[in-house]
């Protein structure tokens, strides 16, 4: 058996509460001499880690620097190499495209050809996100479907949108239809396995219809296509681990990304105190909890040392309301560092803490990235935290007589 | 995707420098409560190390003890377990000679048969290498080919030589023509495929030729021949990390290992001094340089403590010239432990340090096997060194979007 198998005959139902708090973004890089987490104030997680044990994870391996599709995947206890999420599929989950098993999407740039075709501006001078949403609208209505598969473009910010194929058959082995580059012909997209011809055709039919009906819409006068991916075929983490599973997230990418793995999407509002205030509402009701904050990624990616902190002290602040509902495992980690320094996801391995009753409590003194380090969890990959989160709260039979 | 197929599509081209050391050997056990390492005198390191990231490094899998082959391929990236180097060709890599993909090459013994053609020394009485060097160069001149086989012999040291066989189709499934042992007949080698019975023949055909013209050479009557390998087929570093990588070592071996994964041998002396202005002179000119320093395992195999000690010494008062050139990336790691207390290469894992703009500094005080064990970046495979220099290098793109 692959240890994914052996996992899954493992698990059993209980009645034990896991919580999982991914912090975006959250190890950094030391700006005179300290990180992000080495400089901010953070008594609440101070009080509460040397009563946790500690270590370090990888999101997906030595070196690898991961986008957020790779490194929830991991979190959610999946090989990141075993199941990729296409380029079109993230698209549509960061706004909020319920996507269905048999959809192929695609992302999608409105862009300026001139008389001869050729692309002058792939992004069609950036229109505002404002005339996105009319021209979408103006095209959805204008075309439904082709050829018997129905087609939903759903608009993005400035030049960018989606574009979700429903039908059946449809495959996703197809070349971008987007030539990446100004001063090309945009051509249309190329089957390439004889299954997918029918799906290049209709897509290609679609193009040329789109680029008609945008004539008149210059800048906007046709549209590229790139990135047709249908969503993975993965199990649920009930189906792997008899999970009743609920995410709290305030980004849509998020909230998809835990959809993919069968997670219940809670509604919650804007902030992380209406974040904590969901998880408290329906913690009788689910056994796992996946509560994502996002502002430290953010800052990070702004190159922004202070605000970083300061995005970290608040979740400091909103933490003991979560420790207060007492779940049976804690974890508290993050899907990737962003350091300032870098001003973009990194592949730094991020500090964990887990807390439960079944933990030797390792004394380390503070959650950062050099203190966890030297805890009993050592450094090992994010895909291993689901298994110990599931031991933890003694949802795994023993393996073996 | 494998993690490998996913590295290779992230790997860019950029300016940034990379330069990994590797001290032959490095790891010790203690002695007298110290190992090598420890009991050296390292000013140079010691500054060093508190500015880099640490760890240990396993140079296969714990317990693995690793010859040069193995334990270097892991060190450029490549899975041990998935590509294999024979030994005819780690021999003919040992003394230099340049082989092509298609060659067949095979370690060789003179040896003693009597009358009846029963082996009764397997080394000839060991003849001395300039005895070696005739007989071969008298061979070399009989017999250039066998049924349009084009053949060529080198001489090694003492009783020991390489046969180099150059022809289309030629097949390395052939058993050791060489009983391994005095008092048996030497028979020739036996195709283990369909395929290989030509090769088998031409070989065999070649045995037999040689043995007739070594009749009269008593005690070097005839030859023994093992290890038919051919060079593995193995991606190149440009293939694979778009890397312009070069090598420098004193020894061929090493310079044949590096050949294979695609380096360009750049022409040095025999001291570290002339091995680091080697360094210096094609800075310029790639972005990867594998500096390999040998006397630290030649000391460890001798069993000599005292001498590993100062090798180690040598080494430290030569790394400045190295630190001054200011790498983006520099690694300082060993191939294998060889401690002397065992006088061979040990399964034990070695010290590493990382320097680069990308970390966080974990001021590990030396460059030691028990205290670089306590620093950020773990125990983890050699065969991640790679992954991790390229990152640093930010030569990797993100992972999924």
């Known amino acids: 058996m692959t240890k994914e198998e052996v996992l899954q005959s493992l698990a059993i139902q209980t009645e034990s509460k896991l919580v999982m708090v991914v912090i975006d973004g959250i190890g950094g890089l030391p700006v005179r001499g300290k990180t992000e987490l080495e400089a901010a104030k953070t008594p609440n997680l101070d009080r509460f880690t040397p009563k946790s044990v500690c270590g370090l994870i990888d999101p997906i391996s030595y070196g690898i620097t991961p986008g957020s599709g790779p490194s929830h995947l991991a979190l959610f206890g999946y090989d990141p190499f075993q199941y990729e999420i296409g380029r079109g599929v993230m698209e549509a989950l960061g706004i909020d495209i319920p996507l ?4 192929l999407t ?3 740039n409105f862009a300026t050809i001139d008389a001869e075709g050729i692309i002058v501006d792939r992004r069609a001078g950036r229109i505002p996100t404002e005339k996105n949403r009319e021209i979408c609208q103006f095209l959805g209505n204008e075309i439904k479907e082709v050829e018997g598969v129905r087609i939903a473009i759903y608009p993005g910010k400035e030049h960018r949108f989606v574009v979700v194929f429903k039908g059946e058959g449809l495959r996703e082995d197809l070349t971008d239809a987007d030539p990446q580059k100004d001063g090309y012909k945009a051509k249309g997209t190329v089957g390439l396995s004889g299954e997918a011809q029918r799906t290049a055709q209709i897509v290609n039919l679609y193009l040329k219809k789109a680029a008609e009906i945008l004539k008149s819409f210059h800048p906007a006068n046709t549209i590229l296509l790139r990135g047709f991916s249908k969503i993975p075929d993965i199990p649920t983490l009930s189906e792997r681990f008899k999970l009743r599973p609920a995410a709290i997230a305030t980004y849509p990418m998020y909230r998809g990304l835990a959809r993919l793995v069968g997670m219940e999407i809670l509604k919650t509002g804007e902030t992380i105190e209406q974040e904590v205030e969901t998880l408290k509402k329906y913690f009788d009701q689910f056994d796992f909890f996946y509560i994502h904050f996002k502002k430290p990624d953010m800052a990070g990616e702004d190159g922004n040392f202070k605000m970083k902190i300061k ?3 608040e979740i400091d602040r909103i933490l003991p309301a979560i420790f207060k509902l007492n ?9 990737h560092s962003t350091p300032t320094h870098l001003k973009s996801h990194s592949w730094h391995p991020n500090p964990i803490l887990l807390h439960s009753k079944y933990v030797r409590p390792d004394g380390i003194r ?3 990235e050099r203190l966890c380090q030297k805890g009993q969890l050592g450094r090992f990959p994010a895909m291993d935290i689901i298994p110990l989160m599931l031991a933890n709260g003694l949802k795994l039979k023993k393996f073996g007589a």
Chains 1, 2 share one sequence.
């Open 106 to 108: 695609a992302r999608g």
């Open 311 to 313: 995005a970290i002290e």
């Open 366 to 368: 503070r959650f950062t």
């Open 327 to 335: 779940p049976d495992v804690l974890v508290v980690t993050g899907d």
């Open 100 to 103: 269905m098993k048999d959809d």
